[in-house]
């Protein structure tokens, strides 16, 4: 069974420290992963995506990694802002059926507090 | 424009009404998706269109009926829903729907959701 598990669920750090959240994945065949950050009650939007030959990836102050060996990502926001205050998804993707559609397993969520 | 629309952004009903919520994009796309998000757990799908014909059907019970007039229109409409209905419910879109030699997966745009409320 498809799985995606992510931790902490979730995280107060202090305005301007850096953190660092955790995706573990039981996924396969494995396609990308993608990183999301919603603010409640908003839609999600989309901070970085993978591939199985991709390591790293930056978008601004966040970073995420891949280890497809391990089968582990990560998502590290630096000099963090009040405005870093959200959930973040990890998304894994597969390719599924005959037709290669693709089906997406979502985590659970890190749920981010940043504090003055 | 890399946005996907949706509207209304507050719906509140009772259990015998019947509504319609509605999702619009303008990038091309080809695939669009209705997903379901209670408080504090990740999104559900619902639903997924591909070149505007009815792909996936996640068991949805036939109180929500997806409708897709074309290539840039999603609609959903709602009729009996039940209080446990009560939810985020959020419009998304990709180039398309299939993983290929060419692409491992395209990106999927969300919309700011609608707040529907079940009485």
């Known amino acids: 069974k498809n799985q995606v598990e992510q931790s902490p669920q979730s995280l107060i750090i202090l305005e301007g420290k850096n953190c660092t959240l955790q995706c573990n994945y039981t996924v396969s065949p494995f396609s990308n992963l993608r990183w999301y950050k919603q603010d409640t009650g908003r839609g999600p939007v989309s901070l970085t995506i993978m591939t199985f030959s991709e390591n790293t990836k930056s978008n601004g102050r966040y970073t995420a990694t891949l280890d497809a060996d391990t089968k582990q990502s990560s998502l590290h926001i630096t000099a963090s802002q009040l405005s870093d205050s959200a959930s973040y998804i990890c998304v894994v993707s597969a390719k599924a059926g005959s037709f290669g559609n693709e089906k997406l397993t979502f985590g659970t969520g890190t749920r981010l507090t940043i504090i003055p | 424009d890399t946005e996907v629309t949706q509207t209304p952004k507050h719906l509140v009903m009772g259990m015998t009404n019947k509504k319609s919520l509605k999702c619009e994009q303008h990038m091309g796309h080809r695939a669009m998706y209705w997903y379901k998000q209670k408080a504090k757990k990740p999104p559900e799908l619902m639903f997924v269109?591909?070149?505007?014909?009815?792909?996936i059907n996640e068991s949805v019970p036939s109180r929500f009926s997806p409708e897709c007039p074309n290539s840039s229109l999603l609609n959903l409409h709602l009729h009996a829903l039940q209080p446990e209905d009560s939810a985020l419910y959020l419009c998304?879109?990709?180039?398309?729907?299939?993983?290929?030699?060419?692409?491992?997966?395209?990106?999927?745009?969300f919309g700011p959701g609608t707040r529907l409320t079940v009485t």
């Open positions: 269109y591909s070149y505007e014909k009815l792909s």
């Open positions: 998304a879109s990709s180039q398309v729907f299939q993983i290929t030699s060419a692409s491992l997966g395209y990106e999927q745009y």
